[in-house]
């Protein structure tokens, strides 16, 4: 007989318990009393959100966008539904797996959500320059939102909409458009070449990454 609820605390000890190599997900899961299928998204969502995930009781609201951008991670062969869960701070396989059943379905992706707080953290006023050093910090890691927003202590839809203002517009998508830094709009060539540069230097580090798993990829299937 499973138990109806366990507290956030209970979870979380059950999970480092696993994580210890105290048990297997059987063997815990009935010591925890619930089965087994629940406990292994516990520790998924420990995995990609940290214990925090089991406190938090807002809905994250994504966009459209946003669900393309992790379908299409996933449909390019990018990654595994794990990896982009954790990537996108997503607490469970079957919330991306239901985006990319409506998109192969050729069904309407609507935003999502009742615009509570996000999963990382709460957003906060940047500068330029912080901008200029999140986008680059989250391109030269493959992409990771939520490293850069644990990192630099901003919201995952900060690091998300930043990044995509840049690879729309470049380091111009980066300023602060209501007009209130004026030195942010004014600009020099040379300090323009020297961000520009930066993100170049982020880019490539991002594509050996890609190279060097790729490498890795072909070692394994030769084995």
């Not at 995995?47 to 925090?52: E, F, I, L, R, Y």
């Not at 192969?104 to 901008?131: M, Q, W, Y």
């Not at 919201?155 to 840049?166: G, I, N």
Request: glycine share 6%; proline share 2%; hydrophobic share 30%.
């Amino acid at each position: 007989m499973y138990k109806k609820r366990l507290s956030p605390e209970e979870k979380i000890h059950f999970i480092e318990k696993y994580k210890r190599g105290e048990g297997s997900y059987a063997s815990i899961a009935a010591d925890a009393g619930v089965d087994r299928r629940s406990f292994r998204q516990w520790v998924r969502n420990y995995d990609a959100c940290g214990p925090d995930v089991f406190f938090k009781r807002h809905h994250q609201r994504y966009s459209v966008e946003f669900k393309e951008t992790a379908i299409h991670d996933y449909l390019s062969g990018v990654d595994s539904q794990d990896a982009i869960c954790r990537k996108y701070g997503l607490r469970s396989r079957r919330q991306l797996q239901d985006w990319i059943m409506k998109y192969n379905s050729h069904e309407e992706l609507k935003p999502s959500g009742t615009g509570g707080s996000t999963i990382v953290t709460k957003g906060r006023k940047t500068t330029f320059d912080e901008r200029v050093s999140i986008v680059e910090d989250c391109i030269a890691n493959g992409r990771d939102y939520a490293l850069a927003a644990e990192k630099f202590d901003v919201s995952y839809q900060q690091v998300y909409t930043w990044v995509r203002k840049y690879d729309q517009k470049g380091i111009e998508g980066l300023k602060d458009g209501r007009g209130r830094r004026k030195p942010e709009s004014e600009m020099n060539e040379l300090e323009r070449l020297r961000y520009e540069n930066r993100m170049q230097k982020a880019q490539l580090l991002q594509k050996q990454m890609e190279i060097d798993f790729l490498k890795k990829l072909e070692e394994l299937e030769r084995r």
